[in-house]
């Protein structure tokens, strides 16, 4: 059975306008901050937090978790093979590259995939 997950509301502020950042297809008025092992299949992810910050990727992307494989071949993964903690993959086969691997314990920044199904079927 699965666990709960708790969200952690954010508020967005700003977000990079330039070109090399896609305009933002979702208000990110339900953003929010979660754990990245606490990703879940369909949210949609904006950024990495840290202390420094958010790092906003060049494109918000839905998450398709799996499982983590350090020799998979994506030339990507095999960077946090020497990681010490747990890794897991947040998305595989974006189009700017094969996995997205992040330490489990990293904070991202998103709309959780409920939030997104509501605002859908408003519409």
Same mark, same amino acid.
């Given at each position: &059975?699965?666990?709960?997950?708790?969200?952690?509301?954010?508020?967005?502020?700003?977000?990079?306008? #330039?070109?090399?950042?896609?305009?933002?297809?979702?208000?990110?008025?339900?953003?929010?901050?979660?754990?990245? #092992? #606490?990703?879940?299949?369909?949210?949609?992810?904006?950024?990495?937090? *840290? &202390? =420094?910050?958010?790092?906003?990727?060049?494109?918000?992307?839905?998450?398709?978790?799996?499982?983590? #494989?350090?020799?998979? *071949?994506? =030339?990507?993964?095999?960077?946090?093979?020497?990681?010490? *903690?747990?890794?897991?993959?947040?998305?595989? *086969?974006?189009?700017?590259?094969?996995?997205?691997?992040?330490?489990?314990?990293?904070?991202?920044?998103?709309?959780?995939?409920?939030?997104?199904?509501?605002?859908?079927?408003?519409?």
């Amino acid at each position: &059975m699965p666990e709960p997950v708790d969200f952690f509301q954010a508020v967005v502020t700003a977000y990079l306008e #330039d070109a090399d950042h896609a305009p933002l297809l979702h208000d990110p008025v339900h953003a929010r901050v979660a754990r990245a #092992d #606490d990703v879940t299949e369909g949210d949609l992810i904006f950024a990495g937090v *840290g &202390m =420094g910050g958010t790092d906003y990727f060049n494109d918000q992307y839905t998450a398709r978790p799996e499982p983590y #494989d350090p020799a998979c *071949g994506c =030339g990507v993964c095999c960077h946090l093979a020497a990681h010490p *903690g747990a890794v897991v993959v947040l998305s595989n *086969g974006h189009p700017w590259h094969a996995c997205d691997p992040c330490p489990a314990d990293d904070l991202v920044l998103l709309i959780p995939a409920h939030r997104l199904l509501e605002r859908t079927a408003k519409e």
